[in-house]
């Protein structure tokens, strides 16, 4: 077990199987030393995190919509790793979109749901750079979609 999959332990995090495609894409790519995962939406132990924030989910939802994609984006990483997350040197990038109302102004912060699962996991490597965008719609009515940039040995 490597230091990464205690930290997961110690965190309550049980990575799930990670999403097959529901489209045209694959749901990662390796090029060199980077990892590319395609957008991971909010799919927690319980489905789908569905709805708009700002009219059908609160801030704290909305968070836990982040999370859930975070962790999908960790299970796609490690299926790209050949299950050694030890290989991860840094989170690059993460891209995000919130399903929310043209009032809700909050992106920022429900993306921390993802962004602080990323520290939490990885330490100083997890602190990456960032977009948090507001969208009238997502895929199959997700809260949050989550893509990603890692960089790996």
Do not use: W
């Not at 894409?25 to 957008?39: M, Q």
């Not at 979109?97 to 520290?119: H, I, R, W």
């Not at 990456?128 to 960089?151: C, K, T, Y």
């Amino acid at each position: 077990m490597t230091a990464i999959d205690e930290k997961l332990v110690e965190l309550g995090i049980i990575l799930p199987e990670p999403a097959s495609p529901v489209a045209n894409y694959v749901p990662y790519v390796v090029s060199g030393k980077e990892v590319f995962i395609s957008g991971q939406v909010s799919i927690g132990p319980d489905g789908l995190i569905t709805g708009k924030l700002g009219r059908d989910l609160n801030l704290e939802k909305g968070i836990e919509a982040a999370h859930a994609c975070g962790v999908n984006l960790i299970a796609q990483l490690k299926a790209a790793c050949e299950g050694d997350l030890s290989r991860v040197k840094r989170v690059v990038k993460l891209g995000a979109f919130v399903n929310c109302t043209d009032e809700f102004y909050d992106q920022p912060k429900v993306v921390n749901g993802a962004s602080d699962l990323m520290v939490a996991v990885f330490g100083d490597a997890g602190r990456h750079a960032r977009a948090a965008v507001g969208a009238p719609s997502l895929p199959l009515n997700a809260a949050v979609e989550v893509d990603g940039i890692f960089e790996i040995d």
